[in-house]
């Protein structure tokens, strides 16, 4: 749980439960009404860009993620094979999951 104060982009949040990446967001205060946060986001399922406005000081749902790269190896039947370039290590996905 953080705040719209921890915002940044390439953050990943939980967005009608659903996990997002901030692509872009705004600090807008207008001259009569609450501060808020304009943000666009990408589905990380579905590709999809949305838009929405969280209320200055709101808490979010952040989702800690962590990167690697990863080399693709080869296929085999409907997986594919990729190896972890710092421990060798070799992960299968399946071929719809990746697109």
């Known amino acids: 749980m953080g705040s719209t104060s921890d915002l940044k982009v390439g953050a990943v949040v939980k967005y009608n439960n659903e996990k997002c990446v901030v692509l872009d967001f705004q600090h807008v205060q207008t001259g009569r009404g609450g501060a808020y946060y304009q943000t666009k986001m990408r589905n990380i399922k579905t ?23 990863y080399q693709y190896l080869y296929k085999e039947g409907n997986n594919l094979c990729f190896m972890d370039i710092n421990t060798y290590d070799k992960i299968y996905f399946p071929l719809d999951t990746l697109g």
């Not at 999809?48 to 979010?60: C, K, L």
């Open 47 to 69: 590709g999809r860009i949305a838009e929405n406005r969280y209320r200055s000081g709101e808490n979010i749902d952040f989702i800690t993620v962590s990167r690697r790269d």
